[in-house]
């Protein structure tokens, strides 16, 4: 299985201020049409998951324009430009380029 | 708008079975991908099945064998079957429709399921 490492697990961070959250895969997650099958989800407290990138750096529409992801090689990073208090939660990176389909411990984004 | 909705979870004991469903509205379930998530109590997401367009499944290592999903005829229901139940099946199951094996855009609440004497 395709194991996702992602760091921090747990990220104090400022209102207003960026953050960064990392997410490793130990193969390529690059499918032959050129995309890379890496999914972020945030999951708020109390709430189910809610997408926020796909193929690695593409934003579905409804979700604010602060989150963006990128993708070097097997290395993946989902930031956000200014947080908001309503990005409080875990966040979780997936691979969806083989099954199972597996995701990051999650990362716990939480106020300083 | 689609909604997800998943029922059936409950108290059930170790080596029992249980049905869960997810009744979609909005989508059409046997033309999409769907997919089962789990989430046990205070641990992160775990993948556990999916069905295609095609009717073709998967199933994570862990429940293949024990759980089957699939659809019905009306084309609004999804299920899990889970036989053979264990305490680290204990968890809340969500539905989620996958968009062609890429991401997924849709999720339901979640229906909790308890394995427990």
């Known amino acids: 299985d395709i194991v996702m490492t992602q760091s921090p697990l747990s990220l104090p961070v400022t209102p207003g201020e960026p953050a960064s959250i990392s997410c490793k895969s130990s193969?390529?997650?690059?499918?032959?049409?050129?995309?890379?099958?890496l999914d972020w989800y945030l999951q708020r407290p109390g709430q189910s998951p809610q997408l926020l990138i796909y193929?690695?750096?593409y934003r579905p529409s409804g979700v604010p324009d602060r989150f963006s992801g990128s993708v070097s090689g097997t290395d993946f990073t989902l930031k956000i430009s200014r947080v908001e208090p309503e990005d409080l939660g875990l966040y979780y990176c997936?691979?969806?380029?083989?099954?199972?389909?597996?995701f990051g411990q999650g990362t716990k984004v939480e106020m300083k | 708008e689609v909604q997800l909705v998943e029922s059936g979870g409950g108290l059930v004991q170790p080596g029992g079975s249980q049905r869960l469903s997810c009744a979609a509205s909005?989508?059409?379930?046997?033309?999409?991908?769907m997919a089962w998530v789990r989430q046990a109590p205070g641990k992160g997401l775990e993948w556990v099945s999916i069905?295609?367009?095609?009717?073709?499944?998967d199933y994570a290592a862990s429940v293949k064998g024990r759980f089957t999903i699939s659809r019905d005829y009306s084309q609004k229901t999804l299920y899990l079957q889970m036989n053979s139940l264990r305490a680290e099946d204990t968890a809340v199951y969500f539905c989620?429709?996958?968009?062609?094996?890429?991401?997924?855009?849709?999720w339901g609440r979640g229906t909790l399921v308890i394995v427990s004497s």
């Open positions: 989620a429709r996958d968009r062609q094996g890429t991401s997924m855009d849709y």
């Open positions: 909005g989508l059409t379930v046997s033309s999409n991908f």
């Open positions: 069905i295609r367009g095609d009717g073709t499944t």
């Open positions: 193969q390529s997650l690059l499918t032959s049409n050129g995309f890379n099958s």
């Open positions: 193929l690695g750096s």
């Open positions: 997936m691979q969806s380029i083989e099954t199972p389909w597996t």
